[in-house]
């Protein structure tokens, strides 16, 4: 009996008949940036060779459509499509996303090290690559309330587990660069590993001090002049596309023979939504070609570019040795995917799903919204000034703008001002059931009545609500503490609709097409009550963020991200 290695080699010599041949296909070659005739053997879960193979116990004529590897994610939160795993890769999967790397820190923030676990549980039978990112920063800053924290003793245990490649989104990067002695040891305790980084904003020495702590890629630019500094002090440039930070219009042009090697395609946040109507990162690579991108550079930049970065061997390419992690297309422009083939066995023809789902029960992870009573008073903002501070919302971006303004003031309380778009925000605490709540105003949603809540608060996911009056709001934060998680919309003083998310406050446990029903009716009835926003409940979910410049509002009050601390 031969070994499996020297199995691939005879089969690779023509030996041995392939287990699996697809035959007169056009590969692409991100190697050299080619399109190639010929054939492609298959033997096991490998790719034996590239060229004259005949011989084999299953041959799949393709009929000259095109043969490219498996789509990898090089940044995603799986969290921030509320579905389960399973769930997740039916959305993603027949797409071509065959590979994630992920940090999990919306369900570490929630949950701990056993949220984690119960991800890469999930994931273990499922037709897609899961690395893990040792998450850094759990939670993100000190200025917020978070349901459990990862101690760099934590990060020496995770970074041993299979599959973990490096260290997640260092976000803390006033701490980086104050030196801060759990965010050096954490950094430390990678070394020799992939460490991502998330540097919103950081220029000039403040870079050069971020990089020089070993910090060597980062998602978060939304300018080219950005991205461009980040580039050129050796940083890897992710170029993001997700449901409300849309980066690519502004950073394609970063793109160039020269510089592409530096590049890759990642989300970061995607909603249900969006994965089922638009894809993954299937949809970056299509808009990135209908932007004037060669298709073949643009597969590059979501393949070999991103496997090379986090260093997984034998993914991203078509290629002796690799693993059979492969896309048919019916062109390269439009990225139509016909079959898809995980470790050599179609998993998906047509956009459907040919693999079962064994999902484990989220049991241990519900009941995770244990909120200390209050009663409506509580929301009271009182005036102390005659300006105060606004979150204003920059459309498509997670970033914010600081704004000082006069406000409606009646009776020394701070009212909404609906004609100046001026509503209330409230963040519950909701872990520990320490009474917090953070209370402030933002400008930008554009509701003309009624409210809206979440449990998905980025990143320590307390409750977050924005409204025109203080009935709706508290209507809608105690749904979602009848709930125990989940997205609400409310108006006059009752529950319009809302989307349960049982595990830890962040998931759904029902199917996929549910999920998006019921998503959508949420977002229509928001669109209904007077918002522009295109993913209201996203861009609600980031204004509780305080790593992310700006102006935030967590559980402890009002966060000056420029100055990370708090004013109020």
């Avoid at 403040?206 to 980040?230: F, Q």
């Avoid at 690519?248 to 510089?259: K, R």
Wanted: net charge neutral.
């Amino acid at each position: 009996m031969l070994s499996k290695l020297a199995r691939l080699i005879a089969v690779a010599k023509g030996d041995l008949p392939a287990d699996l041949v697809l035959a007169n296909a056009r590969v692409v070659n991100v190697f050299t940036g080619e399109v190639e005739p010929g054939n492609v053997a298959i033997c096991g879960d490998r790719i034996a060779g590239v060229g004259d193979y005949h011989q084999a116990k299953e041959i799949l004529d393709l009929g000259g459509q095109y043969l490219a590897p498996g789509l990898i994610n090089g940044h995603i939160h799986i969290e921030s499509s509320m579905l389960s795993v399973g769930q997740y890769a039916r959305a993603v999967v027949p797409r071509g996303t065959l590979a994630v790397v992920t940090d999990l820190h919306e369900i570490a923030n929630v949950c701990g090290l056993a949220g984690i676990r119960y991800i890469l549980n999930c994931a273990r039978r499922l037709p897609i690559e899961l690395f893990l990112m040792a998450p850094s920063c759990v939670p993100a800053t000190p200025l917020e309330t978070s349901g459990a924290s990862i101690t760099p003793q934590d990060i020496r245990q995770v970074l041993r587990w299979r599959g973990v490649i490096g260290l997640g989104e260092v976000m803390n990067f006033p701490g980086v660069l104050s030196a801060n002695a759990d965010v050096l040891t954490k950094i430390n305790l990678a070394q020799g590993k992939v460490v991502d980084g998330h540097a919103p904003g950081v220029t000039g020495k403040r870079l050069s001090a971020y990089i020089a702590a070993g910090i060597y890629s980062d998602h978060e630019s939304v300018s080219l002049e950005e991205a461009r500094e980040k580039l050129r002090q050796g940083m890897f440039v992710m170029i993001r596309e997700g449901s409300s930070e849309k980066n690519l219009d502004a950073l394609l042009p970063l793109v160039t023979d020269n510089t592409y090697k530096r590049c890759m395609f990642v989300v970061d946040d995607r909603s249900c939504v969006d994965l089922f109507r638009d894809g993954s990162i299937d949809a970056v690579v299509r808009r990135a070609i209908g932007r004037g991108l060669d298709p073949v550079r643009a597969i590059q930049l979501a393949t070999i570019n991103t496997a090379e970065y986090f260093r997984l061997a034998r993914l991203g390419a078509i290629a002796p040795g690799y693993l059979a992690n492969l896309i048919v297309l019916g062109e390269l422009s439009k990225l139509p995917i016909d079959m898809v083939f995980y470790h050599g066995h179609l998993v998906a023809r047509e956009g459907e799903p040919l693999f079962p789902l064994q999902e484990p029960s989220g049991e241990g992870l519900t009941n995770t919204v244990n909120i200390k009573p209050f009663n409506i008073g509580a929301l009271t903002l009182l005036a102390s000034k005659e300006t105060v501070p606004i979150i204003e919302i920059v459309p498509d971006q997670i970033i914010t703008r600081k704004r000082m303004e006069k406000v409606k003031v009646v009776d020394g309380v701070i009212m909404p001002d609906i004609g100046r778009d001026i509503l209330k925000l409230v963040v519950v605490e909701r872990h520990r059931a320490t009474g917090n709540i953070g209370l402030g105003l933002v400008k930008g949603f554009g509701l003309g009545r009624g409210a809206l809540a979440s449990s998905v608060a980025h990143d320590s996911h307390n409750i977050i609500a924005v409204g025109t009056n203080d009935e709706d709001i508290f209507t809608a934060i105690k749904e979602i503490e009848r709930l125990n998680g989940g997205l609400v919309v409310a108006a006059n003083g009752k529950i319009l609709a809302s989307l349960p998310l049982p595990i830890a406050g962040l998931l759904s446990d029902e199917p996929l097409e549910v999920v998006v029903g019921r998503l959508e009716g949420l977002e229509q009835l928001a669109r209904n009550l007077g918002t522009t926003l295109k993913s209201p409940f996203a861009t609600l979910s980031f204004l509780a963020l305080p790593v992310i410049p700006e102006l935030r509002l967590t559980d402890l009050g009002l966060v000056d991200v420029n100055q990370f601390r708090l004013i109020r």
